[in-house]
């Protein structure tokens, strides 16, 4: 009836037209002909827009409704924007485009909010097909049950389809081909499931996420991949803001950002973390952290159970890929090499790594360099304590300890593999990697690395020597830390303990100088001049040594002389650590007796041998004095550019 009542109109219209027309052209020949002439210009103009403004819409193949498929989903959406323009750039002239990720880290939500912001480059309509590639309650689509869908939701009979597989999909491109559609292939886990669906020309967009890469389709079918990360701190804190409010996170900002760190932007995780918070209102914020691990992020469906969520991963990987995964979680760094995995996993680690990376279980962040997020790791650890026996788990992390002890000093891994193997009871290699961390963990200044990797060896030394060496290293770490209490406990040990003149020498004077720092000048003395007393001695060490007590009884001048023949017997000795160590001592009866250029010189030659030989610390403690001895001599603006220094060294 209204398609009628249109053609009526339309005819009505198109016959005034007509009339009008012949009467502007009869007056068209007598006195009026340019405003004539400009009325049947505006009605000759008129009649074209008639022609095609009235003309009747095409009816949509197979039904008039446009198809709106796309689920529901979360309303915020936050700090993808960039990746929104990556999709509006990849899909200009692609038929088939793939997003992809880690498990929860919200591909089919970026998918969905991207739909719905181009939906008028679709007017064809959009399709929605969960492909199911790793759903534990159903078996993934075939190929085949994906065309059908789709054909389906075109409202298309099946009792007029074409039989096999590539008749219907060439169906589903020419269908594709007459509209302007949008097809968004959810959980795709291989390019089988997605390629019937690719249209066939541009103008149709298939669009797919998967937890895989799918290699095949970027390589056959030029499919532009998008990865999605996870979310930078930032965008973790508005992600929270905008489900709990600004009040919740400012309420207690301290426990909030370590809810954020914990999650470490993994978008299903602060979903659930807000879910929680908002629907126990009485936990506090610093509750919430406190239990914030894998076993309390559940829901009451799947979909929003992490655990779950992580499940559907591990279990699509072949057993070879599983059981990497799981000795995964023995390996205490935040990175790995493929060689270490080899350690772990006794053989070639190769395919297993291809296939953990393909599933974004793990992910390569530089060249042979691997990282996994927290919770997987976790994750990780439940699955080898529930399938590992642990005489298998003992054995790959003795793999993992003979590996790190044979190649180079590699401090991220040694130091936390100290911990892990005191903690397993690998007495030998806890104590040879502590000792092995020792020396550089000195040059950088990492004392709190230190004293632990010490103070997890310590109990576990094998001879009194090994003992004496690693309390000796724990008291030094924990006077620089300020603990002198713990300090002064473990250096009268390690002095006891010691056969070794070197090394009591080196405990007493770190008595001494404990002793100086806690205002007990008299041990200090006592300590020091113990230390002298040692036979065998160091010449640059006894030099320095009383030289250093001269400075406590407030004999600077006569503490300098002894300073300078120190420099002499190290410069002899070619020894540039005893150099740096003479020259700060020297600075500092510089500056005590006033003389300023004199301490600003020392500093900087020591700065110079510190940096000659890596010793940051040193350099860190030298730039300190630097500036003093700037100040003292009225140089404030050269000052003010050595602290500058000495913050950025010690943040770097």
């Not at 230190?450 to 004496?468: F, K, R, W």
């Amino acid at each position: 009836m209204a398609g009628g009542m249109r053609r009526g109109w339309r005819a009505g219209l198109s016959t005034a037209l007509a009339l009008c027309t012949g009467l502007l052209a009869n007056v068209f020949t007598r006195d009026w002909a340019w405003p004539a002439a400009a009325a049947l210009a505006v009605f000759g103009v008129g009649w074209v827009a008639l022609e095609i403004l009235w003309r009747p819409a095409e009816p949509a193949p197979h039904g008039s409704a446009v198809l709106r498929q796309m689920p529901a989903c979360a309303p915020d959406l936050v700090g993808r924007e960039a990746e929104f323009t990556a999709l509006d750039r990849m899909t200009v002239a692609a038929s088939v485009c793939v997003i992809i990720g880690t498990a929860g880290v919200g591909k089919t939500s970026l998918a969905v909010h991207w739909a719905r912001r181009v939906a008028g480059r679709f007017p064809g309509g959009q399709l929605y097909i969960n492909l199911r590639g790793f759903d534990p309650a159903a078996a993934a689509l075939t190929p085949a049950q994906a065309v059908n869908t789709a054909l389906a939701s075109l409202r298309l009979p099946a009792e007029g389809l074409p039989d096999g597989l590539d008749a219907r999909a060439a169906l589903f491109r020419t269908m594709a081909a007459q509209r302007r559609l949008l097809v968004l292939l959810d959980n795709a886990n291989e390019a089988a499931q997605v390629r019937p669906l690719i249209p066939g020309l541009p103008g149709s967009l298939a669009l797919v996420t998967s937890r895989y890469r799918l290699d095949s389709l970027a390589a056959v079918d030029a499919a532009p991949t998008l990865t999605v990360r996870l979310l930078p701190a930032d965008d973790a804190r508005r992600l929270l803001a905008r489900r709990l409010g600004p009040a919740w996170l400012a309420a207690d900002r301290p426990a909030a950002e370590g809810i954020i760190r914990r999650c470490q932007g993994l978008p299903l995780a602060l979903a659930i973390v807000a879910a929680q918070a908002a629907a126990r209102p009485s936990l506090t914020r610093a509750a919430l952290g406190e239990q914030l691990r894998l076993a309390t992020l559940v829901g009451d469906e799947p979909v929003g159970d992490l655990r779950a969520v992580l499940s559907w991963s591990y279990h699509a990987l072949s057993p070879g890929a599983a059981r990497l995964f799981r000795l995964l979680s023995l390996h205490p760094a935040p990175t790995a090499t493929a060689a270490e995995f080899g350690a772990l996993g006794g053989n070639d680690p190769s395919p297993a790594l291809t296939e953990l990376t393909r599933a974004h279980v793990i992910e390569e962040i530089a060249p042979d360099r691997y990282a996994c997020h927290d919770l997987w790791r976790e994750y990780s650890a439940e699955m080898a304590a529930a399938s590992e026996p642990p005489h298998e788990r003992r054995a790959a992390l003795g793999r993992l300890l003979a590996h790190a002890l044979a190649g180079p000093a590699d401090l991220t891994l040694l130091v936390p593999l100290v911990q892990r193997a005191a903690a397993a009871g690998f007495a030998a290699e806890a104590q040879q990697l502590a000792r092995t961390v020792e020396a550089p963990l000195r040059l950088l200044g990492h004392w709190d690395e230190l004293a632990d990797a010490a103070g997890a060896a310590v109990g576990l030394a094998l001879d009194p020597e090994a003992e004496a060496g690693l309390r000796y290293a724990l008291a030094e770490a924990r006077h620089r830390l300020g603990d002198y209490t713990e300090a002064e406990k473990q250096g009268r040990r390690a002095a006891a303990l010691t056969a070794s003149s070197q090394l009591r020498f080196a405990a007493l004077m770190l008595l001494a100088r404990i002793h100086a720092a806690t205002g007990h000048h008299e041990q200090a003395l006592t300590a020091a001049n113990n230390a002298i007393q040692l036979e065998t001695l160091n010449p640059v060490d006894q030099f320095n040594a009383i030289g250093w007590i001269l400075s406590t009884e407030g004999r600077p001048e006569d503490a300098l002389s002894l300073f300078r023949d120190a420099l002499a017997a190290a410069e002899l000795r070619g020894d540039r650590m005893a150099r740096a160590i003479t020259l700060h001592n020297i600075g500092d009866a510089h500056l005590t007796c006033g003389r300023h250029r004199d301490a600003i010189t020392a500093f900087q030659a020591g700065i110079t041998e510190c940096r000659a030989i890596r010793d940051r610390d040193g350099e860190i403690v030298l730039l300190e004095r630097l500036a003093a001895a700037y100040d003292a001599a009225g140089q404030q603006r050269r000052a003010r550019r050595t602290r500058e220094t000495w913050t950025a060294l010690r943040r770097s």
